[in-house]
């Protein structure tokens, strides 16, 4: 499993553009992905999780999240792309 943030910018939203990054609004992370925003709706973090299998990497995993983001529909351009791929991630328990 990926967790994405893309960091990018509007283009000139519409009426229609403004409704659907209000409706998708949160910072939580899911397979449709959730957008924040600043207040002018100009900048905008989206961040989606994408399932992984054992062969995927980060190639795979940017073009996944790149597909939820343009499934929106919105005008954007991207900035940057960050991940952090949760197979990696090593749970260290507490001794009792």
């Known amino acids: 499993m990926f967790r994405v943030v893309i960091s990018g910018a ?3 939203l519409d009426d229609a553009g ?3 990054v ?8 899911t397979e449709a992905g959730t957008f924040t925003h600043d ?3 100009r900048s905008f973090t989206f961040r989606c999780q994408v399932p992984a299998g054992p062969q995927d990497g980060e190639r795979e995993a940017t073009e996944r999240a790149l597909a939820a983001l ?3 529909r919105v005008p954007h351009r991207v900035l940057r792309v960050a991940m952090t791929d949760l197979r990696d991630i090593k749970i260290r328990r507490k001794r009792r």
Do not use: K, S
């Not at 209000?22 to 939580?28: E, H, I, Q, S, V």
């Open 39 to 41: 207040g002018t709706l």
């Open 10 to 12: 509007f283009e000139e």
């Open 22 to 29: 209000l409706a998708a609004g949160g910072a939580a992370f």
């Open 18 to 20: 403004r409704a659907a």
């Open 70 to 72: 343009g499934a929106h």
